[in-house]
């Protein structure tokens, strides 16, 4: 039901705005630091110079001294002792004021580097967490998909049609499957089909015409025709759907049974088409990831197929090369230097996802 995806689409709002306030925070502390850090080095240079200013008039009265010593002969002997030591004195606190320097440039560069691998991670982390929330969303929505096709395929409308299909039946399990769909925005039609693949009703006879068509070489249908319960389900990978104008669509499938007992013989398969492009755009482009970090949301299949990009380029077409080493989720920069969270599915209840993944990447700034 529409109310279910809308649901869902609020659920994130506290998530998101905590997630964005995180990524202010960051870019504040940065900022600090980095002030912070050439104020410490400013005050390094105007205060060493200050020394070396006065380290260089010391020994310019060193020498002073003592060419007026040499001057006074034997007299001014002891004199020039003393010239010599403040001239020493002086170019060793010229030494200490170059190495003060030097030290104190290369602990706040080091610092820095610090301050940077932690708003690294912390970033990473951030994004990681990002990605599973968005697939656990789309997890949490297309569990309701398969309680929905479970509890559809034992209505009594759906039940009688399979078993006897004649006129009659069709026309009002059409009418029944018509009055669902529009309770329920979030799916483009509803099909019942016989145990031969043949489409014998949908829900939207007036947009597409699709009965009579046969779908018995299609994954989820085979899938179908197997299940052992009416208690199962088939959940499908996104496609491209031709007898749906090649609309992007999620199928999912329960065998529909004698009396609409999960335990009797099968009669026949219902088939609900997800409307899935929509649905799974409001969720990737949701995300609030941040504007500096230039980042692009994915939800990808097991084979790493785009399913849905913010922005929207290619869908059904590009492969992503997520390098996951084995791992739910993390995080790594890939060759560009850009950043790359991700985190596979968790499931959701009686749903166990299908191996997708939340991804999101970040161009290297």
């Known amino acids: ?57 010391m020994k310019m009265l060193a020498l ?14 002891g004199f020039a002792v003393v010239a010599q030591e403040v001239r020493n004195v002086g170019q060793q606190v010229e030494t200490i004021a170059r190495e003060l320097e030097s030290q104190l440039t290369n602990r706040t560069g080091n610092l820095m580097s610090s301050i940077a691998r932690m708003t690294d991670r912390s970033r990473g982390e951030r994004m990681m967490d990002l990605s599973l929330n968005a697939i656990e969303l789309i997890d949490r929505n297309l569990y309701e998909r398969t309680c929905d096709v479970r509890w559809w395929a034992t209505d009594s409308a759906v039940v009688d049609c399979a078993l006897a299909p004649d006129a009659a039946a069709v026309a009002h399990v059409s009418e029944r499957l018509a009055v669902i769909l529009g309770a329920y925005t979030v799916y483009l039609d509803l099909w019942l089909c016989d145990l ?122 590009e492969r992503v090369p997520l390098n996951v080493n084995g791992q739910r989720g993390g995080f790594y920069q890939d060759r560009s230097g850009g950043l790359v969270a991700f985190h596979t599915t968790p499931g959701y209840e009686t749903y166990k996802g299908l191996g997708w993944y939340g991804v999101i990447t970040s161009v290297a700034g």
């Open 1 to 57: 039901m529409s109310v279910a995806l809308d649901r869902h689409r609020a659920a994130p709002t506290a998530q998101q705005a905590a997630n964005s306030a995180t990524a202010e925070d960051e870019s504040d502390v940065s900022a600090l630091i980095a002030r912070l850090t050439a104020e410490v080095n400013q005050v390094a240079c105007e205060k060493t110079r200050s020394i070396q200013q006065i380290t260089n008039q």
């Open 64 to 77: 002073n001294a003592l060419i007026e010593s040499s001057r006074a002969g034997a007299q001014g002997a």
């Open 196 to 317: 031969d693949g043949n489409v014998i009703a949908n829900g939207r006879a007036d947009r597409f015409n699709v009965a009579g068509q046969n779908v018995a070489s299609t994954k989820w249908f085979r899938e179908a025709r197997g299940l052992r319960s009416g208690d199962d389900y088939v959940a499908g990978d996104v496609e491209s759907q031709p007898l749906l104008g090649n609309a992007q669509v999620a199928t999912y499938c329960a065998s529909v049974r004698a009396g609409g007992k999960a335990n009797a013989a099968p009669t026949g398969v219902l088939a609900i088409h997800f409307d899935w492009e929509p649905q799974a755009r409001a969720i990737v482009q949701g995300v609030r990831v941040g504007a500096a970090d230039k980042a692009r949301v994915l939800l990808v299949d097991s084979s790493f197929r785009v399913i849905a990009s913010s922005d929207g380029q290619g869908i059904l077409s």
